[in-house]
């Protein structure tokens, strides 16, 4: 059977013998974004600057009621600060490299479907090629007429590295679907300033399913 297609994927029949790439970029609304990203940096902060500011005041005036109206207090006050501010920075750093044309942002987790023209054998090799330029050495798994291809990109400033997995197969007479899909190595990556993104895109363009392959 065909690799499983995720978020709303669809693949057609090639046109004139060409490659098609046919899925559009998982996105998250801006709204739904700041909301997770508060949620997950302020409530921790606050969690902990509430703490420790509590067990200080009890420590200094011994007195549990007060310790712990001042942690609350505190654990309020420093949480949405820190929220805020953390929602603004993360925000803006990703909607810079994760904007799309139509105003949402991208989602960490990218995956796209397409086909490509050719045998089993030359299409894989043209994924490898194109994980290459990912500097990924890919790991390799064939089952009948399916191959896999999976691999780690490396760490950087914009992110801890992606896991990037091909799926190809089974061909259909001379064309090859294929399924890419990018997403962090940390599951609980709120922002990526669209590196996963940017994944698929170089893998689509790479193995050519930017421009129809006319025979």
């Known amino acids: 059977m065909p690799p499983a297609l995720t978020r709303g994927a669809s693949v057609a029949p090639p046109m004139d013998g060409g490659t098609i790439e046919l899925m559009a970029a998982s996105t998250v609304s801006i709204p739904r974004f700041a909301v997770t990203c508060f949620l997950a940096t302020g409530v921790p902060f606050g969690l902990l600057s509430g703490a420790f500011t509590g067990f200080a005041t009890h420590g200094v005036v011994g007195s549990p009621a007060l310790g712990a109206s001042d942690g609350a207090a ?32 991208a989602d960490v987790h990218q995956s796209e479907a397409f086909n490509v ?26 089952s009948g007429d399916v191959v896999v ?49 940017a994944n698929v895109a170089t893998i ?7 421009q129809p392959v006319r025979t």
């Not at 953390?86 to 750093?93: A, D, E, F, P």
């Not at 023209?117 to 090629?129: D, I, K, S, Y």
């Not at 801890?160 to 997403?183: A, M, Q, Y």
């Not at 689509?204 to 930017?210: C, I, P």
Request: net charge positive; hydrophobic share 45%.
């Open 117 to 142: 023209q050719g045998n089993l054998a030359c299409t894989t090799e043209a994924a490898v090629q194109a994980l290459a330029q990912l500097r990924v050495t890919p790991a390799r798994e064939a």
């Open 74 to 105: 505190t654990a309020v006050l420093a949480g949405a600060t820190f929220g805020i501010a953390m929602t603004v920075i993360l925000g803006t750093m990703h909607r810079a490299g994760a904007r799309l044309p139509s105003g949402a942002l």
């Open 204 to 210: 689509r363009r790479a193995m050519g399913a930017d």
């Open 149 to 197: 291809l999976e691999g780690r990109t490396s760490t950087s400033w914009r992110s801890w590295g992606e896991i990037v997995r091909i799926e190809l197969g089974p061909p259909l007479d001379d064309v090859v679907p294929v399924h890419v899909t990018s997403r962090p190595t940390w599951r609980t990556t709120i922002a990526d300033y669209g590196k996963n993104l």
